[in-house]
C-alpha cells in the first residue's frame, strides 16, 4: 500500500476522529511512502492472526535496520487505526460516510488505502485500546512511523498457555 504525503505532516489515529478532533502529528517530507502491515498468529484470543504494527517507511528504507524511538500514543475506538496526510483531514466526513460503511469488512491483509491514497487504515490489533506511535529517523530525518499494537510483552501474554 501507498500512502501520499503532499502536507508535509502524517497525522496518525483513529479514523473515526478525523475532522472532529485534534490528532497527533508528525513532520515528514512530502512523497509516497510505503505502507506495511506485520501480522501475528495468536493461540489465544480465538486463535488466527492479527494485526501486530502498521508501518509507514519512505522508500527505500528497510525497517529492520531502524531503531524506533516511541513518540506518543494514540486513543484507539472503532477498531481502527492509521495514518492520513493532513491534507485529508477535512474529509474526515466522507471517510465515514462512504468508505468506513462500505469497505470495514473487506479490508485486504487487515487494512485498506483509501481518500485517493491519502490514508491507510488498518485493524487495530485487538481492537479498542491505547496504542503506541513510534518513529524512526535517518540523519535527522524523520523516515519511518509505526503504530505497534502488541508490545513483547503482549505476545508472550496472549501466548502463554493457561494453568486450568
Known amino acids: 500500500m ?5 502536507s508535509g505532516e502524517v497525522l496518525v489515529g483513529d479514523p473515526c476522529y478525523l475532522g472532529r478532533y ?3 502529528s508528525i513532520e515528514l517530507p512530502n512523497g509516497e511512502y510505503n505502507v ?6 495468536l493461540d489465544a484470543l480465538g486463535g488466527g492472526e492479527y494485526v501486530k504494527e502498521l508501518v509507514l517507511l519512505a522508500k527505500g528504507v528497510k525497517s529492520n535496520s531502524m531503531k524506533w ?4 500514543g494514540i486513543s484507539v475506538d472503532s477498531g481502527l ?16 460516510d462512504k468508505w468506513y460503511d462500505n469497505h470495514i469488512f473487506d479490508m485486504e491483509g487487515y487494512a485498506s488505502e483509501t481518500l485517493n491514497s491519502g490514508a491507510v ?17 535517518q540523519n535527522g530525518v524523520i523516515v519511518g512511523v509505526k503504530i505497534a499494537y502488541f ?8 501466548n502463554t498457555p493457561s494453568l486450568d
Open 121 to 137: 487504515v488498518s485493524l487495530a490489533g485487538i481492537g479498542d485500546g491505547i496504542y503506541s506511535v513510534f518513529v524512526a529517523e
Open 22 to 24: 485534534e490528532f497527533n
Open 36 to 41: 506495511n502491515t506485520v501480522m501475528l498468529k
Open 69 to 72: 524511538t516511541e513518540e506518543f
Open 81 to 96: 487505526a492509521g495514518f492520513f496526510d493532513s491534507d485529508t483531514e477535512q474529509l474526515g466526513d466522507i471517510y465515514l
Open 2 to 6: 501507498k500512502l501520499k504525503i503532499t
Open 151 to 158: 508490545s513483547e510483552k503482549d505476545v508472550l501474554y496472549y
